[in-house]
């Protein structure tokens, strides 16, 4: 019964962590499935999310005293309506110039960019680490003995809502059906009067969007706040290849599936069969070359046939 | 004839004004040139800018002073990005290109490590390495006459928390959670030790650097009834891990390796971190230790960003008056030789911040013993005396 709760309790903290490596992992599918453009940038567009809120708060508090409930939510329009911006303007730096080039100087520029964003980032906050505030402080809610804190709880809501929207917003609607069929060919899209630009601009806006909520949910998780955030990145990547990458149902799925797995084999496997302890860092990998052996598109990838 | 004994009256003259002149790379009429490689671009280079201003800020008031010997003392820092590779690089430019007179504070223990055969090739003395492994201080490794360390390592700091906890209560059930690397390998070293002379098993739980989630590790340690865990990371995983107990109702009394005692441990975790008791091989910054009383003299005669203060500023400003009292020991006419000899004299030298420090030619460990500091009603109180 011990080891059934134990369980239950890591994978509920597994479930928050995957979520957040499937909000970045949703950030790497969007732009790929409009532009088939892998953006090694999409954790550092979740650090500056994360810093440009800290900003917000820190900015409003004060003046005001401490960080209220209307703080927070005042910091967090301000961040939304700055990773707007933000992905627009890297939509105009990044993406337009290197429309037409080929994808690998696209994707190497993404990786100066991600680069440059923690240099800068360093340069303007400071070389020290802040101390996030976090809207829920210390709460938690305890249902038959399982644990879960409102900071996780926030973080999986977040996570489900956004899948919600983004998937209805791909499939139903005007603009996420011109997106897809970009995706598919550019140039027949254009043909057939989809401004393709504008596509492009919005993909980019939804992944600094999606990018500058998962950094203001991490931050107050990882308890202090510094430029290495944006390495998570590199965690979420095969987080979406698992699920299968520009799928956005897979993207969650990998996501929460990687971020279990890490918890449980770091907890009750771990302190079942000592021998697990001893691959805690390759697990993950073993994970993931096994699916892609059985499914090399991923768990929910399709597979594209291309004529040639 | 008349030209020969000129020739040999200059030689011989030559020989007598130089005999205790020996030039050594770094060294001019009026200044000293130490190497410094910090991670300044990777994941550490929050200490990469925080040390090397601690160091510069003594070097500043002993340069200000007079300098070492009439000379001013000038420190060029390169990066590593927590890299051996890149250790290794910066180390060979900075020794072979720079011409420096030694290295001092090197960050971390695999770049340090990595390091080792350009020391003994060049016979390049490293000053006070910025880690707290037991490892530096092993004289049986390369290069290791050339390394003063000045921390109390990992290993010998587990091993005295571990005798702390069952002097507090003989009946703990001691839990360790450390970091999977060098750091980690240091720290089970010294568990080992305790467990043989204490006959005590410990519980122990591994992270990997970077980790953000410790739950698994925390219901283990729960599972398993430890009563006590040591926390043997950096400043986020004591924080995260004590938040994770503390939501999953667990409260056992946590213990820290030197590296947790940040005081933003005690900021960020907040209530779950009161009562958190760290070692530390060094007096607080913010005591009446008499360096950390000139200290913060000289942080509010310079104007420091307050940002800056702290224990890691404090432990560049603190290693330093170690490699001055080197240079001042190594004489008017300093070599690389001359340094190692003179650091080799110190014998229970009391700098006012480390426990005293004594080298010889077999030893170079400098101090074995640690204070405990235990978070009260959220402020670092120093618990003990020194211990060992």
Redesign the interface.
């Known amino acids: 019964m ?2 059934f709760i ?1 369980l239950i ?2 994978s509920i ?2 479930i ?2 995957g979520s957040i490596y499937a909000l970045i992992a949703l950030g790497f599918t969007l732009i790929y499935k409009a532009t088939e453009v892998v953006n090694f940038a999409q954790g550092e567009l979740m650090m500056v999310g994360a810093y440009v809120n800290f900003y917000f708060v820190t900015t409003f508090m004060t003046q005001n005293g401490e960080p209220t409930v209307g703080i927070f939510l005042i910091a967090f329009a301000g961040s939304i309506i700055f990773a707007f911006v933000f992905g627009w303007v890297l939509d105009w730096v990044i993406n337009r110039p290197l429309k037409d080039e080929p994808i690998f100087s696209v994707i190497m520029a993404t990786i100066s960019l991600s680069i440059i964003l923690r ?1 800068l980032v ?1 340069m303007i906050a ?4 802040l ?1 996030p505030y976090s809207p829920f402080g ?1 709460k ?1 809610l ?1 249902i038959n003995g399982i ?1 879960i ?1 409102m900071l996780d709880l926030s973080i999986i809501i977040s996570a489900i809502i956004l899948v919600i929207l983004f998937y209805y917003f791909f499939n139903k609607t005007k603009w996420g059906v011109a997106m897809q069929a970009t995706s598919e060919d550019p140039v027949a899209a254009q043909l057939m009067g989809i401004p393709v630009k504008r596509v492009y601009g919005l993909v980019w806006i939804f992944s600094a969007l999606v990018a500058t909520i998962s950094g203001i949910l ?1 931050a107050p ?4 706040l ?3 955030m944006g ?2 990145g590199l965690k979420a990547f095969p987080a979406a290849v698992l699920g299968g990458f520009g799928s956005i149902t897979g993207a969650i799925v990998g996501g929460i599936i990687m ?1 279990v797995i ?7 496997l ?2 079942h069969f000592g021998w697990i ?1 001893e691959m ?2 390759i697990i993950v990998w073993i994970v993931l070359i096994a699916v892609l052996m059985v499914k090399p598109d991923g768990l929910f990838g399709e597979e594209k046939v291309k004529k040639v | 004839m008349k030209k020969a004994t000129g020739l040999f009256i200059l030689t011989g003259l030559l020989v007598m004004g130089c005999g205790n002149r020996a030039s050594a790379p770094g060294v001019s009429e009026d200044k000293i040139l130490i190497g410094n490689v910090q991670d300044l ?1 990777g ?1 550490m ?2 200490l ?3 040390l090397p201003a601690g160091s510069n800020l003594y070097f500043r008031y002993v340069n200000e002073n007079g300098g070492v010997h009439g000379r001013q003392i000038e420190m060029k820092v390169e990066d590593h990005q927590y890299n051996p590779q890149k250790a290794v690089a910066a180390a060979k430019k900075l020794i072979e290109k720079d011409q420096v007179f030694c290295l001092y504070q090197v960050i971390g223990t695999s770049p340090c490590e990595a390091i080792r055969p350009i020391l003994a090739e060049s016979g390049t003395p490293l000053v006070a390495p910025a880690t707290q492994s037991g490892s530096m201080s092993d004289m049986s490794r390369e290069a290791a006459d050339l390394i003063f360390h000045t921390d109390t390592g990992y290993d010998k700091q587990t091993r005295i928390l571990v005798d702390n906890i069952l002097a507090d209560n003989v009946n703990a059930k001691i839990g360790l959670i450390y970091q ?1 690397d060098d750091y980690g390998e240091n720290v089970l070293k010294g568990a080992a030790v305790a467990e043989s002379s204490t006959g005590v098993a410990i519980q122990k ?4 650097r ?8 925390v ?2 340690l ?3 009834g430890a009563t006590h865990v040591i926390i043997a990371g950096v ?2 995983e004591p ?2 891990v004590m ?2 107990a ?4 667990y409260a056992p009394k946590f213990y820290g390796t030197s590296p947790t005692m940040d005081h ?1 441990v005690s ?6 971190g009161e009562g958190f008791t760290s070692a530390n091989f060094a007096s607080l910054w913010n005591s009446d230790a008499v360096a950390a009383v000139l200290y913060r003299e000289l942080c509010s005669k310079y104007e420091v960003p307050e ?2 203060m702290g224990m890691y500023h404090f432990y560049g400003f603190i290693t330093a008056q170690v490699l001055v009292e080197g240079l001042e020991r190594a004489g008017q006419y300093p070599t690389r030789e001359r340094l190692v000899n003179g650091l080799e004299t110190l014998n229970n030298w009391d700098g006012g911040a480390f426990p005293p420090i004594t080298y010889s030619q077999t030893d170079h460990a400098g101090t074995e013993s640690v204070i405990l500091v235990e978070v009260k009603e959220g402020v670092q109180t120093v618990i003990t005396d020194w211990i060992d």
Request: proline share 3%; hydrophobic share 40%; aromatic share 6%.
């Open positions: 011990e080891t134990g309790q890591e903290s597994g928050a962590l240099a360093a400071g070389p020290m680490s101390i210390n938690i305890s644990i804190s991490l998780r990882m308890s202090l510094d430029t290495s390495f998570l971020g890490e918890t449980i084999s770091m907890g009750t771990s302190y302890k805690n860092d | 671009s994941p280079k929050e990469g800018a925080v999977d739980e591994a992270y990997q970077g980790a953000t989630d410790f739950a698994g590790q219901a283990n729960m599972k398993g400043v986020k924080i995260i938040k994770t503390a939501a999953m109702g933003r900021l960020a975790a907040g209530p779950a940002a800056y």
